[in-house]
């Protein structure tokens, strides 16, 4: 292993030859501070970074032991780490792609296991990305030796070294995420599905950004007394806040009143956050599923019969494929998809879904007779989806009061202030006790088990996320710009490689639930390494959930089921 003065001088006698020649860094690198092992080597300037990693030993790392004792502790330490690793690299790396950059995959609000940094069993290590110097495409062989034998062994003292870190501020920050846990595993026991802290600070700076808005032009959030509940931590602090129950929750107020905002904090609940996000007790039980009508998406061998029925064109709404869906299709489908994926709780903004499949109001009732009417509105099905699978919904509405028929709560916002309106809605209602079915709507789920090699085109190239919304596979594109609660494009990163593990797995015999189960299993034990089609620097991942999995499965143009 090549110490750091052997090193600077192969790099130095690099300069001014072909790019191709730092091929010849490959291998492991003795920094002092860390070992360098360089895993990949781009192949131009031009060409995605090469692939490295810096590792200390535990020992020298010297993170507490009490910190890092459990997963989830290892989790908030290595992202406390790699936000450290990204200010380094910021501060240190030198200016312009042509004189050598050094990133790592940079967190944004939320807390997620990822691939950037690992504390292992051995050694504490961080996974970079490293943009070799170049002139053209010749070597700038002394800016590569300052970048690799200077820089990063800065980054390494800096990042991976317990004794240059803020201490108290790392101790604090696994502290939250412990506490984020613990509460978020303690809803479904209080009979929750979220929690919304009093103090929340829930809107975003703007449109496309997910910081907060500014405190002083914000409303914190106040939960209603009658929905108020209060949980001890295991810190010994207390929080209380909103419980939302089970059942049919249903937010209702003016436009820009907070009612959408309120849902999206809700979906992005499922994740702890960093502290000053503002919604940092904004915490929602792991499962809940956002869904929403998505024109055009594809979907195999799906379930739809409770919502759409006896269509015109004769398909069979039992097990239903398209590569076109319609809104109403394409809502019924994301959500029979999600309950297959294991939702105990449905996040539905009535702005981003298919009217016809939400209500069907007297009149037109009256006008059109249910016998020519193929879709069973989700109004209708709402109480079986609860009372025959367990499965609650919370629900914005802000143009139809057909939901206050079927619901256990409801809560109204007005500027951005949270009331109870449950007594009210109810006096308005209709029929309080909601609609009723002749028997059981929602049958046992059927076992859609895919094919061998299905999500495999042409030549079998591996799947490539696109950012956050997109993953490319040969010719086949698969889009997620509708499945809202992917948070990073490193998750996407993720979900590219698990198609391809699927694709491997599939034996023709085990259905989606079961390759998906099987596979979950395999990142729990191994880490999202598992997921990298080799070893050493496995790219910039992040863990998405299983039901982020299935949403990528099931947008797969190319699924085939047995």
Not at 372 to 399: K, M, Q
Not at 432 to 445: I, K, L, Q, R
């Amino acid at each position: 292993m090549a110490d750091p003065r052997s090193l600077r001088s192969t790099l130095e006698s690099l300069d001014g030859r072909g790019y191709a020649s730092y091929k010849q860094l490959r291998g492991r690198h003795d920094l002092g501070p860390a070992t360098l092992a360089v895993d990949h080597v781009q192949v131009d300037p031009y060409a995605p970074p090469s692939l490295m990693r810096l590792l200390v030993p535990r020992e020298a790392a010297d993170l507490p032991a009490d910190l890092v004792d459990t997963a989830a502790g290892r989790t908030a330490v290595a992202d406390f780490l790699t936000r450290r690793a990204a200010e380094a690299a910021r501060r240190h790396g030198p200016d312009g792609r042509d004189a050598g950059e050094v990133s790592i995959n940079r967190p944004g609000q939320e807390v997620l296991e990822r691939t950037s940094v690992v504390i292992g069993e051995t050694h504490v290590e961080a996974r970079l990305h490293v943009a070799l110097p170049a002139a053209g495409r010749r070597i700038r062989g002394r800016d590569a030796a300052t970048l690799l034998t200077e820089v990063l062994p800065r980054l390494a003292e800096e990042a991976l070294h317990h004794d240059a870190l803020d201490a108290a501020a790392l101790r604090a920050h696994v502290t939250l995420h412990r506490d984020q846990l613990h509460l978020r595993g303690r809803l479904a026991e209080a009979g929750l599905v979220a929690v919304v802290g009093d103090g929340a600070i829930l809107p975003r700076r703007s449109g496309d950004s997910d910081l907060p808005m500014d405190a002083a032009d914000a409303v914190p959030f106040s939960s209603p007394e009658s929905l108020r509940v209060t949980f001890e931590l295991p810190s010994g602090s207390t929080v209380t806040g909103m419980g939302i129950p089970e059942g049919v929750t249903v937010i209702v107020g003016g436009g820009y009143h907070g009612k959408s905002t309120l849902l999206r904090a809700v979906e992005r609940g499922i994740h702890p956050h960093i502290a000053g996000d503002g919604r940092e007790w904004v915490l929602t039980r792991d499962d809940a599923t956002a869904i929403r009508a998505e024109d055009g998406r594809a979907a195999t061998g799906v379930d739809i019969s409770p919502f759409i029925g006896d269509l015109p064109s004769g398909s069979d709404t039992r097990d239903f494929s398209t590569t076109n869906a319609s809104g109403s299709t394409s809502q019924a489908a994301g959500l029979a998809e999600a309950v297959e994926a294991g939702a105990k709780t449905l996040l539905i903004d009535e702005d981003t879904s298919a009217t016809n499949f939400m209500i069907r109001d007297e009149r037109m009732r009256a006008l059109i007779p249910a016998d020519r009417e193929p879709i069973t509105p989700f109004v209708d099905r709402i109480r079986p989806l609860h009372a025959e699978r367990g499965v609650s919904t919370v629900l914005v509405a802000g143009g139809s009061g057909a939901f206050f028929d079927v619901a256990d709560q409801v809560i109204a916002l007005d500027s951005y202030l949270a009331r109870d309106a449950t007594a009210e809605a109810r006096a308005l209602a209709e029929h309080p006790e909601g609609p009723t079915t002749a028997g059981p709507v929602f049958a046992g789920e059927r076992r859609r088990v895919p094919q061998p090699s299905s999500l495999r085109s042409g030549r079998g190239k591996p799947a490539k996320a696109r950012g956050r919304t997109a993953i490319q596979q040969d010719r086949t594109t698969i889009d997620l710009a509708a499945v809202s609660q992917l948070v990073d494009p490193a998750q996407t990163a993720a979900l590219a490689h698990a198609l391809d593990r699927l694709d491997e797995m599939a034996d023709g015999r085990r259905d989606v639930v079961e390759l998906i189960e099987t596979l979950c299993a395999r990142i729990d034990a191994e880490g999202l390494d598992a997921l990298s089609p080799h070893r050493g620097h496995p790219g910039a991942m992040a863990r998405p959930r299983r039901q982020e999995i299935h949403a990528a499965l099931n947008r797969h143009r190319g699924l085939r089921l047995s």
